[in-house]
């Protein structure tokens, strides 16, 4: 234990025993707690870990924040590991079943209590990314016939073992169906003998399947500020919860996962300084590689025109800039389309309705940029700063009048772009800026050329 | 009430009298009501929840999703008005009060209760994106010495008016600084003499400034698992409190802002389809300008090297391709050490670590795609599908260096310009891929040409 560095100041132990930090821990949050083991070796942290109080190390290991909690459980000793797993959160121990390899799988499996095995059994099944990996199986429900004092006594006896209490559902006794779902908050200010079905207001409850994606779940949550969602099956059977802790989690996993592919790569699942070379090599590559393939048709473009750009090689010097102000508009339309989507502000029906919003707004932006351009090149001509020839009003039309169909093009095509990945099924956030850009670079030098045989045919053409 | 479609078919009233709408509203979940009476013309909401019994017009209003809601507010009889926003939550009224212009502000405030005008003389006050900004004053407090039981009963009587009563906040009856926050499922779960101070762990609360960043509140709630924050004065006295539902509302916000940041444009306030044409322009021209003003420097690049050009017209088809190569390996390293650092994956002075790290991935994708580059080039002019002239391999040479210099020099931009960002006092989301590009091209044109005056010189130069 000689890099140990607690960057806070609370444990400052070049060589302090386990059970010294393992006290010194306890006084923490659990979460600055994990932090300072994170820093550690992971010997270290295995030796600390066994010698906390099972329920602090409980704490701990609830953390999804704890690196290589998978490889900590497989050090400890095999009864240690299964009395903290049947100790912990049911969809956190799931997780943690994820990392394992299958030699330790089955070798923790039968030391693990029933109520832990079954939950692992149900929760193993969904796939990631899905309101049933979200879910843990330790919510509170009772039948539509208890009291409210009946049901706060029930609470009180299961607390420590649910991941949360404050929303329970009440269920039909008959064929078990979800009926409603209760606050507690509510539930101790209401009369004690009073039916548990008079408490709260009377509306269907909001619930999710077991498939539903994470997105959608976070945008319940959003929508109807919730603290947790009940998980049902078809016969409206409640099978889990999700909690607003597992949201706020996942949402940031999309967040990082959206902006990586919107700025062309493969999302990671760690974080970046714990990425192999190789691994990330692969996740650049990919991408990279496709948009270098695509954008090859410039070159392809390019060789067409060929005998346009030795005759009137002035044109070149506009090409970098009219290609990427085709790919910015884009740019920017995808980045306004893929948050209009997400936060279903628009469906997929109202494509034309932002195809005809786009039209005029990418007419405007490249009229503005084209002015721009044309003003440039007339400065430049007139002070003598660089010559583009005799018919260099007719090289700033054609940059201008380009500039004009690439801004527009670029608009048309960034807005659309999500709204065709979403129609073939895919996420609309798959969008990339570099796509974008690829796309409107090869378009982009078509339109430039072509208008410039349409100004300079006969003159510098 | 003609253009009247409720998509869900609830509600399904051609010329409906506001009162059957009311009725109808109030067996729903108060969001799907919201998102039924955005469809509608303001004059039917406010007509609608005038007809509304006043606790559900409360939670109709409660939700940050409904449209207009100052509007609404302004249209509603003062009476009325005033006596909804006195049973709102204080951080919505809040917001309300900041849509509404100050001659509203001025006839309201007189007219209500003591308690909502001091709450809204202390929330008014902090900047947005603060924690202040999302802070409500409904919480609950006691003092140390108080008993579980007698907390308990307090939280019954005030349940009604408080935003959440799920933390209970612990204060020192003589100073009333912060000691403890306590769960309120364990202080159910307590023993009911038991003194307050001996529920829960014993450590210090987490706690955050009123001028905090919403972004710092985002990442305490997802480490702490959170569902409410208190926020403190410097002298550690509670003024207010955070809850996860405005913490997801603010995620979701800031995810957008950095969504259209990182695409290349101003954040908006509002919906697409609701921003106005002129807006919208004003919102995406000042960016995409500047990008075209800087990109011009590309334009004096390749005036630099006329002469070059029109030498060697062949080295013009490889532009866009090169160019574009190297925005999309910046775009990606961008995107990289957005999320790393706002996930405090990586600190400030992790930077050379980086750097040191991007520049060998750099050289292996540069190199990656010049492999591809000088295969294309070698393949065409073999298969006779074009002609690149007698020193077609030294072209192949230069295009394959230049690409693995840009690419390296594209990934060693993009992930530092997060950093310097950062650096300078901004936020490192402000990064956006068309910026990068931009800086890119301009290098990556001069680096190509001056590799190609290295290999050419002599033979095509």
Chains 1, 2 share one sequence.
């Not at 609370?10 to 707690?33: K, N, R, Y």
């Not at 959003?222 to 009940?230: E, G, M, Q, S, T």
């Not at 996962?257 to 300084?273: C, Q, S």
């Amino acid at each position: 234990m000689n890099d140990l560095r607690f960057t806070q100041g609370v444990v400052d132990a070049g060589s302090a025993p386990a059970a010294t930090i393992a006290e010194q821990l306890a006084t923490m949050q659990a979460a600055d707690a994990v932090e300072l083991l994170n820093e550690l070796e992971q010997n270290d942290t295995v030796g600390i870990i066994a010698e906390m109080p099972r329920d602090h190390a409980v704490l701990i290991l609830d953390q999804p924040e704890l690196h290589s909690a998978g490889a900590i459980i497989e050090a400890l000793p095999d009864v240690i590991a299964c009395e903290l797993l049947d100790a912990m959160s049911a969809d956190r121990v799931t997780d943690i079943f994820h990392e394992l390899d299958a030699e330790a799988r089955d070798r923790l499996f039968p030391g693990l209590g029933h109520e832990t095995q079954q939950a692992l059994a149900k929760l193993l099944r969904y796939p990631p990314h899905t309101a049933g990996s979200l879910m843990t199986t330790e919510f509170v429900s009772v039948p539509a016939n208890w009291s409210v004092a009946r049901t706060l006594q029930h609470i009180r006896e299961v607390e420590r073992s649910r991941e949360t209490v404050y929303a329970i559902y009440v269920i039909d006794p008959e064929n078990r169906s979800l009926l409603r779902a209760v606050a507690l908050r509510r539930l101790i200010a209401s009369e004690p003998e009073a039916s548990i079905m008079t408490v709260g207001r009377d509306v269907a409850p909001v619930t999710v399947g077991p498939l539903t994606d994470q997105e959608d779940v976070a945008r319940l949550f959003r929508k109807h500020d919730l603290l947790a969602v009940p998980v049902v099956n078809d016969g409206n059977q409640i099978i889990g919860i999700v909690t607003v802790d597992d949201v706020i989690d996942a949402m940031t996993q999309e967040m990082t996962e959206d902006t990586l592919k919107f700025g062309g790569m493969e999302a990671l699942n760690k974080p970046y300084m714990q990425i192999g070379f190789l691994q990330m090599i692969r996740k650049r590559a990919g991408w990279l590689g496709v948009l270098f393939l695509s954008e090859m048709l410039t070159a392809s473009a390019m060789q067409h025109f060929e005998g346009e750009l030795e005759k009137a090689v002035v044109l070149t010097l506009f090409i970098p800039l009219i290609m990427s102000s085709g790919g910015n508009s884009g740019s920017q339309a995808t980045s306004l389309l893929i948050r209009a989507l997400a936060l279903q502000e628009l469906r997929l029906k109202d494509w034309w309705r932002v195809a005809l919003r786009e039209l005029p707004t990418g007419i405007v932006l490249g009229t503005f940029l084209g002015l721009i351009g044309v003003i440039r090149i007339s400065t430049w001509q007139m002070l003598g700063l660089y010559d583009y020839g005799v018919h260099w009003h007719l090289v700033a039309a054609t940059v201008g009048t380009a500039l004009v169909g690439i801004v527009t093009f670029g608009s048309l095509a960034g807005s659309m772009l999500p709204f065709i990945l979403q129609k073939i099924g895919f996420d609309p956030a798959s969008a990339s800026a570099p796509f974008v850009a690829t796309l409107v670079d090869v378009t982009g030098l078509i339109i430039y050329f072509s208008i410039a045989l349409m100004i300079l045919s006969g003159t510098l053409l």
